[in-house]
């Protein structure tokens, strides 16, 4: 089974900082792309910002200049940096993979559980 564990949100002020981190784990073969999406009740989950396996990044418009995304492909994690927090950012966070179990499985995606990010003075 693969499991992907999110940690980092939480409650921060406007124009602060935070990080956010992705772990995936158990049987893995090969992480493809990775990234970070969003939701807020009543709307769709949106992407925030992904990363494929060599590095090529897109990130969704409202977060261009003040999120970064990276990854550790030795370690199959990824993380959100997060700068210049809005109000607007707030929502709960998923961490998305895209990955092979086996080398004869095909690719598919597995989320995270979430995690709370408030922006809020």
């Known amino acids: 089974q693969v499991q992907l564990v999110e940690s980092g949100g939480g409650l921060e002020q406007p124009g602060g900082s935070l990080r956010l981190s992705c772990v995936a784990s158990g049987r893995i073969f090969i992480v493809y792309d990775m990234g970070w999406y969003r939701q807020v009740p009543g709307k769709q989950r949106e992407l925030v910002a992904v990363?494929?396996?060599?590095?090529?990044?897109n990130y969704a418009d409202s977060v261009k200049g003040r999120f970064t995304i990276s990854r550790d492909n030795v370690q199959n994690t990824v993380y959100l940096q997060m700068n210049s927090l809005k109000p607007e950012d707030t929502a709960v966070y998923y961490c998305?993979?895209?990955?092979?179990?086996?080398?004869?499985?095909?690719?598919?995606?597995?989320w995270g559980q979430g995690t709370q990010v408030t922006v809020s003075s």
């Open positions: 990363v494929t396996r060599d590095g090529s990044t």
């Open positions: 998305n993979a895209d990955l092979q179990t086996t080398l004869l499985t095909g690719r598919r995606d597995y």
